[in-house]
Every structure is written in C-alpha cells, then in structure tokens.
Nanobody
Framework: QVHLVESGGGVAQPGGSLRLSCAAS????????MGWFRQAPGKEREFVAS??????????WYADSVTGRFTISRDNAKNTVDLQMNSLRPEDTAVYYC???????????????????WGQGTQVTVSS
C-alpha cells in the first residue's frame, strides 16, 4: 500500500516562506497524481495544488487562492513531492495534507474524494 509522510510544517511570519515535503512509498510513484490539500478548524478540506507526470511532461494545477505564491514540484527519482510556499498569509494557516491518486484515477484533480492515499498532515501556522 502507498504511505505518505509530510514534513516541513512550522511557524512563519506573514510574507515568509515554508517548504513542505512529502515522501511516498510505492513502486510506481511517477504514475501517481499527487496533490496538496489543507484544512483549517471548522472548515472543509480544500484543494491547494496538484501535479501529474505524463508522456508530454509535468502538469500542475493550483487553487486560485495560492496561484503565484505556491509552487508544487515532484522528483520521481526520489518519490517526493514538495510544496514551496512563499508570501504566506495568515489565512494560509491550516493542516496541510499530501495525497496520492492511483490508477484508476479519480475524476478530478481538485476533488479530495478522487485521492486514494493520504498523509498524516503537517501544521502550518502563519502569524506575527
């Protein structure tokens, strides 16, 4: 089974940066659609970013709230996916989850129900 472990969470000031990493088990990581989601207390878990590797290259998608500030990347040789978070805002405070969508793929890059495996989450707090 696929296991995901996030790291890199912590506390940052507004305007600061954090880099989250997700290490994945599995023998076919390059085929996984990988995503980052986040959830704040009392709120729904929401899509942040996703990435997919195909014959044509690497594709990425971002939520409107993070476009231009966050960058998702993957290293298929290391079975890792990262989330570089710049220009952090207090509203970015949440538990961040790494997720994997294995074949047969789900119907959406942004729907959490499309993903098959989840990490334990890592806390990100943005505060002065």
């Amino acid at each position: 089974q696929v296991h995901l472990v996030e790291s890199g969470g912590g506390v940052a000031q507004p305007g600061g940066s954090l880099r989250l990493s997700c290490a994945a088990s599995g023998r076919a990581f390059s085929s996984y659609h990988m995503g980052w989601f986040r959830q704040a207390p009392g709120k729904e878990r929401e899509f942040v970013a996703s990435t997919r590797t195909s014959w044509s290259g690497v594709s990425t998608w971002y939520a409107d709230s993070v476009t231009g500030r966050f960058t998702i990347s993957r290293d298929n040789a290391k079975n890792t996916v990262d989330l570089q978070m710049n220009s952090l805002r207090p509203e970015d405070t949440a538990v961040y989850y790494c997720a994997a969508d294995l074949p047969p793929y789900g119907s959406s890059w942004s729907d959490l129900h499309a993903y098959d495996a989840w990490g334990q989450g890592t806390q990100v707090t943005v505060s002065s």
